[in-house]
């Protein structure tokens, strides 16, 4: 499931995979960071996810910590934003073919929000 | 045509920019520590005061604009380099020609650095420069620092200049003379291509929009256009600007800040 891949590709501070469990026009918004008065994320498209965690990945921005897969949409997880962790869900508002649950389903809308 | 001088244009972003102005038809003034019309170390008093003598009795009618690109990145060479040369050789540069500027109604550019909007400048040294600006006095503070730890005080630099900017654009502009700041993104240069692995993985890990999955670098020239328009009288509504030129750096990392 998509789920799995995005949740494999955060751990592995991998960004040329995360950006591949995406569509090319999708959304990815992060509401977290304000709850430590940090500017949220919003990100728009495929290759703006790509360039974003790049970044984020390697200046040590971002990390995904003990993440619970709870369903195909939705992972709970610590977020470690260079430190300050937040509790947080991810969860997948909409896949390319409605599902998310198939083998080539891809992330048109995620949405992480606190816990 | 005008009369446009440059520091920092014998290699690099400045060297385009002067090339561009020449093919425009502008008498171009390189002020450089080698290979310059007026050869000088902006980066000691001495040096600057000499290049202003210059300038004054080359131009006693004035000039159209100043262009202060000279600086040095950090990494390797002293912290004391960095601080007079990115800060005080561009703002007394800028400084000591405005009575030039002012006789034609001129603008002045100055370089700072899209780094400053990602967090590495250190807000105190930023705050000496800004609010004491004693050279003499801070570079005797720094002068023990690891140099290894350059492009923390590179980008304070850069981001003092840009707030320098901020700070006395509405006075000169009141005056006749515009002041605005160009911030480029990773640029290709000669110390570019002598980058170790690490270094260029770094690089890399802060994109280019404009230039994804292409040369992560952008070219001088991309910069230039920008400083050569922001220069110009075609841009004379621009004042106080701090102008983001990095192919969209800026707007990937901080779309929020659309202020």
């Given amino acids: 499931m998509v789920i799995n891949d995005f949740v494999t590709a955060m751990q592995n501070k991998d960004h040329e995979a995360l950006a591949a469990c995406f569509t090319e026009e999708c959304r990815f918004f992060d509401y977290c960071p304000s709850v430590v008065k940090r500017e949220n994320s919003f990100l728009f498209g495929r290759n703006a996810i790509e360039m974003f965690f790049h970044n984020k990945f390697t200046f040590g921005g971002y990390a995904m910590r003990d993440p619970r897969v709870t369903n195909e949409r939705t992972v709970n997880f610590y977020a470690d934003y260079n430190g300050t962790i937040i509790h947080a869900l991810a969860q997948i508002e909409n896949c390319n073919d409605g599902a998310c649950s198939l083998d080539d389903s891809l992330i048109q809308e995620l949405v992480i929000r606190p816990a | ?259």
């Fill in chain 2, 1 to 259: 045509m005008g009369i446009y001088v440059i520091t920092g244009a014998s290699s690099g972003i400045g060297a385009k920019t002067a090339e561009i102005l020449r093919e425009r038809g502008h008498e171009v003034v390189n002020i450089d520590l080698k290979d310059g019309d007026i050869e000088a170390n902006l980066a000691t008093k001495e040096g600057r005061a000499g290049a202003l003598a210059e300038l004054h009795e080359r131009y006693p009618e004035g000039i159209d604009a100043m262009i202060c690109n000279a600086g040095v990145s950090g990494g390797k060479v002293p912290i004391s380099l960095i601080i007079s040369l990115n800060y005080f050789g561009a703002t007394e540069m800028a400084r000591g020609v405005f009575d030039l500027l002012e006789k034609k109604g001129g603008s002045c550019v100055v370089t700072s650095s899209n780094s400053i909007a990602q967090g590495a400048a250190r807000m105190d040294v930023a705050g000496m420069l800004n609010n004491q600006a004693d050279e003499d006095r801070i570079v005797e503070l720094v002068k023990d620092v690891d140099p290894a730890v350059g492009h923390v005080y590179y980008a304070s630099t850069k981001y003092a200049l840009a707030r320098w900017v901020r700070r006395m654009s509405p006075d000169w502009g009141s005056r006749g003379v515009r002041l605005n700041a160009i911030a480029p993104g990773n640029v290709r240069t000669a110390m570019t291509s002598n980058m170790l692995p690490e270094q260029r993985a770094a690089m890399e890990a802060i994109p280019v929009p404009t230039h994804f999955g292409e040369e992560p670098l952008m070219d001088p020239e991309e910069i230039a256009n920008a400083m050569a328009f922001v220069a110009s009288p075609e841009a004379s509504g621009l004042n106080g600007v701090v102008l983001f030129v990095d192919g969209g750096t800026d707007a990937l990392l901080n779309s929020e800040k659309v202020y």
